[in-house]
DNA sequence: GCATAATCAGAAACACGTTCCAGTTTTGTT
DNA sequence: AACAAAACTGGAACGTGTTTCTGATTATGC
């Protein structure tokens, strides 16, 4: 098992979207549009396969052919949710002082803006903690994202310099923690404030 | 069916349930060990609440009546399971040199035991990441038994010093570790072997 | 011992994820 | 342009969690 260059230039469309015909890109842009729709306003629950294939204006079979479950249609929401936000927070230099005011600068713009739409949150975070193994892939995917953000964030800037391995290690323990609080947060189970401390305790634990 | 200390030896009724009449606690008892065995035997699907209440020899009503829905059948089945677990690992002082090495060591047996039931624990593992709000006491047991686990391993043995602040971050932090990789275990995207190795990273990360 | 309330069994019904199918439209090839 | 393959539609249908209903059974107070 490997963990490879994650900051990856790489704009590239992997096999699950990059490819069709104009008309297939846009009824998969429109499915997603009306699963944030949907999830942004009543959660989980309210992503109902019906109602998504309704508002996206195709039929249902068309899509349970793009997205076999609505696992996997969540995760692929949440990945492209991720796909958007890591470029517009590492594009510049993060500030603070140390990494570990870095890492909480950008944990913490990460939480905020979830934390800006709670029901959105709720249910992508539910659809990741339920998935199986057939959504690996989708997983993976954020999982790289998760850490990729980490790392550029513990560094200042983006130096040219190969990742340690210590580097991915604390940055997957953070994404571990932070996926916890998240599901804590989402789940009722904590408060905002508790979430934001326990993540500044972590990082500063980690971090020495 | 399989194995370990989960089919029930204890007849007592803890807390969360203590009062009814004998005929009660039976049918709680039942209802328990036949999501045990459903559990044990095929996983999260294989809970099926018709399933459950026709081996526990009780109506489906009645089921309900015991427990609200499925997560809360299957999140009281994982309490009772480290209500168990707990005090076996705790009674006697813990192995190893450094704070480090002793938490590995009770880490790492809790995951050998869950191992040890791979479907019980995917069962139990879902249900425990998407429960709601409705489950938060439950849960909230489930933690405070974990960090109870943890603190103590730091410790090696059971002196009557307060517990810091500090040993219960760190507890914390690597209680959702262990919450992470148990899910990503569970779900097919990693190895126990991974996970091990996540664990030790992890814990020799936070504790120096 | 009996009246009353609580609980239970059994079964039907509903909701939503998922599958399947027959017919139609779009896309790609020759 | 004609044909074949793939994709799409609309809708029915199935499985399982959950709810609801009715009549029996059991527990409780007098």
């Not at 260059?5 to 990856?8: G, R, V, Y």
């Given at each position: 098992m490997t963990t490879n260059?994650?900051?990856?230039t790489t704009d590239r469309d992997n096999g699950d979207n990059g490819g069709g015909s104009a008309a297939q890109r846009d009824r998969r842009r429109r499915i997603l549009d009306a699963t944030y729709a949907l999830a942004s306003d009543g959660g989980f629950d309210a992503v109902q396969m019906r109602a998504v294939a309704e508002r996206a204006d195709v039929a249902l079979g068309t899509l349970y052919r793009y997205f076999p479950s609505k696992i996997h249609l969540l995760v692929s929401a949440l990945g492209r949710q991720f796909e958007e936000a890591v470029p517009r927070l590492t594009e510049r230099p993060i500030p603070g002082e140390t990494p570990a005011d870095r890492v909480l600068y950008v944990l913490k713009r990460m939480a905020r803006g979830m934390q800006g739409d709670p029901k959105l949150t709720e249910a992508l975070t539910r659809a990741f903690m339920f998935a199986?193994?057939?959504v690996s892939a989708e997983i993976h995917a954020v999982g790289m994202s998760m850490t990729s953000l980490v790392t550029h964030a513990m560094r200042g800037s983006d130096d040219g310099r190969e990742i340690t391995e210590e580097e991915i290690a604390v940055a997957r323990v953070l994404g571990d923690v932070w996926l916890s609080a998240l599901v804590a947060w989402v789940t009722g189970r904590s408060t905002a404030a508790e979430t934001a401390a326990h993540m500044e305790t972590a990082v500063r634990l980690v971090l020495h």
């Open positions: 260059s994650l900051t990856s199986d193994g057939t």
